[in-house]
């Protein structure tokens, strides 16, 4: 299991110039109902990632020295 990020400090590390990677696992669809601007935000859907595993992440997300935040549209498919 992965530690939980609140919305509040997920908020303030946006706000940092710390180095990190903001998965959005949202389908395309449920993009249209919030949307983040940030160049450390990379959109792979979660169906994309059940075909393709971690081949569908990008080479930095890849890294074991990465810090990934996983996010979705209720919480459930980013705890998998």
């Not at 940092?16 to 903001?22: R, T, V, W």
């Not at 949202?26 to 081949?55: Q, Y």
């Not at 569908?56 to 890849?62: H, P």
Request: hydrophobic fraction near 35%; charged fraction near 30%; proline fraction near 2%.
């Amino acid at each position: 299991m992965f530690p939980e990020i609140t919305v509040t400090d997920l908020s303030e590390k946006l706000k940092s110039e710390d180095k990190f990677i903001l998965l959005d696992v949202r389908e395309l669809d449920e993009l249209n109902h919030a949307k983040l601007t940030d160049g450390r935000l990379e959109v792979t859907p979660m169906s994309r990632l059940a075909r393709e595993g971690t081949d569908a992440l990008s080479e930095s997300a890849r890294s074991k020295d990465a810090t990934i935040y996983v996010l979705c549209h209720h919480g459930n498919r980013s705890m998998q």
